[in-house]
Each structure stands twice: as structure tokens, then as C-alpha cells.
């Protein structure tokens, strides 16, 4: 299962686009739990309690057909990558990367990291090795970064994905003031 979202069913979403010069919709959230409800179902009631208390929303989890990028590799790109070893490399920045003996998960980061604005990244290379990689693209701009991937066997295809998913909705009783 993947996890993805949050998914917004909401009225007015305004309050979810954070504003970092002025300071608006920025929030921060600490969760401290005596160690007897320190597990995952228990925390999660007890943050959907306050989203509700808060903010007047309920958040569920649910299973959706949502949009993502699956990345493939052909099986020459696949044995070109592989790591010549060495030690861990990352030369990285907005131009373009330099990898060495890194791994797959690695080079998903960045490209997450600079792309949040793009739905979930799903590996299906079939790499589990280490790779090397170097690629001078502009890593934000996405129609780039996929033409430079490309070139080096690295497929980025648009597709969906049953996947579990956070939905915040107006509570039932935010909607009737």
C-alpha cells in the first residue's frame, strides 16, 4: 500500500496554502503520549481529535485511485547504473546531480523533494543495487528533468495507483454555521 494525500474535501482550502513570508497558515503540531497509547492507531484517533476540535475537520483514511509518476528503467540503463562502487557521493543542486554508489530511494528523494507539486513517485526499475548517475538537468523543472532521465534509460510514465490516502473533509457540524 502507498500512502498519499492528504486529499482535500473541504469548502475552502485556503487554509492549507501556507504563506512563509507572512507567516499565515503556518501551523505546528507536537503529539506527546504516555507510552501505553504510543502506537500508531491510537496517536492517529487522537490527531484526528484535534483536527476536529481545532479546526473544525474530520480526516479518515481511505482507499482511492490516485495519480502517479512510475519510474521505470529499460534493462541497459539498469546495468549502465549500476555502481562501480567508491565511496557515496551526492553532488546535487537545482542544475543537475552527481550520484555515486547511491541508492534508488536516494535519487526518488530529490526528485521529490524538488518536485512536491507532482503526485507520489512509485520505483518499478527493479534496481535494488547502488547506482551512479550524473545528469545535468534542471531538477525543478519537471518537462526537463524527464527528457534528461530519458536520455539515460529512466522512464517517468503517468499512471494511478490504488493507494490508501488521508481525506479531510468539513466536519458535518462546521457546515450547518
Known sequence: WWIGGPFLDVMDSSIFISNFETGKNLFCYSLEVPLSKAD???????MQQALKTHFNFDATVETRMMPCWKIRATVEARAKLATKGGKPLNNSNYAGLHLINQSMGFLLGIIKGLNQHEPLFIDETGITGN????????????????????????????????????????????IKN
Open 40 to 46: 500508531k492507531g491510537a496517536m492517529q484517533k487522537i
Open 131 to 174: 547506482i551512479d548517475l550524473t545528469l545535468q538537468a534542471i531538477l525543478t523543472d519537471f518537462t526537463d528533468l524527464k527528457e534528461k532521465l530519458a536520455a539515460v534509460g529512466i522512464e517517468l510514465v503517468k499512471d494511478e495507483k490504488e493507494m490508501k490516502v488521508i481525506v479531510i473533509r468539513d466536519s458535518p457540524r462546521s
